[in-house]
């Protein structure tokens, strides 16, 4: 009987280094991209899910903030 395994995945990803939010959005589909041609024959997945959030450093109280 043929098998295969599956599992979910949850990656944080803290920093993407971009000068804007379409930036940001074009370097995480180049990232998706990049894995799925790693893995083509190895790992298929249904769908990438992500969310773009500015933070912005608070130079006052020293830390970051999501916006």
Do not use: H
Not at 43 to 66: H, M, P, Q
């Amino acid at each position: 009987m043929p098998k295969y395994y599956c599992t979910d995945l949850s990656i944080s990803i803290v920093e993407i280094v971009a000068d804007s939010e379409e930036e940001a959005e074009a370097v995480m589909n180049k990232f998706i991209d990049k894995i799925g041609k790693v893995m083509t024959n190895k790992v298929r997945w249904d769908e990438a899910d992500w969310e773009i959030k500015e933070n912005i450093l608070d130079e006052t109280e020293g830390v970051w903030v999501e916006q």
